[in-house]
């Protein structure tokens, strides 16, 4: 029984982790949002379980191990794993690829949320290059859905 709680806190554990290993900078562009596609599967698959506050406590998470502004990255994920959770039936009979597009919309949504934030607090100016992580978060979803679903049924989290 214990197994089953803890398989979802060291899957985002280890997302956190992916979320701030060091990387070139070349290749630190294209880092996927690993934590928002963990959370985006645990909210489709077992949605009493993870919702918009395990999203916020992962964005003080992610903030505190970044090193922004505190709340910048909980509220990006919160109103993103809100978005999901409001329509996790119907997107739970989509097909993995069109499950992908949609983690790319929600992965779009979160990186103009947090730069929207940071904009009004820093005074940055929006790139493209901002929006590269939308895409390698698709392409990484069939594979951490694959993952994670594996898992949950291995250990048989309810």
Not at 22 to 39: C, H, K, S, T
Not at 78 to 93: C, D, E, H, P, T
Request: proline share 4%; with cysteine.
């Amino acid at each position: 029984m214990r197994k089953r709680h803890t398989a979802i806190f060291i899957s985002i554990i280890i997302a956190l982790v992916l979320q701030i290993v060091p990387l070139p900078f070349q290749v630190d562009l294209y880092r996927p949002d690993w934590v928002l596609v963990v959370l985006a599967y645990w909210t489709m698959a077992l949605p009493h379980r993870v919702n918009v506050g395990i999203a916020f406590i992962c964005g003080i998470a992610v903030d505190v191990l970044m090193g922004t502004t505190l709340g910048i990255h909980s509220f990006g994920l919160s109103i993103s794993v809100y978005v999901l959770a409001a329509n996790y039936q119907r997107l739970r009979n989509y097909s993995v690829w069109q499950q992908a597009i949609v983690i790319g919309l929600l992965s779009a949504l979160y990186h103009l949320l947090t730069f929207w934030v940071q904009h009004l607090l820093t005074d940055i100016y929006f790139q493209l290059d901002y929006l590269w992580p939308v895409l390698t978060s698709m392409v990484i979803w069939p594979w951490v859905f694959w993952l994670l679903r594996r898992t949950r049924r291995q250990l048989s989290i309810t």
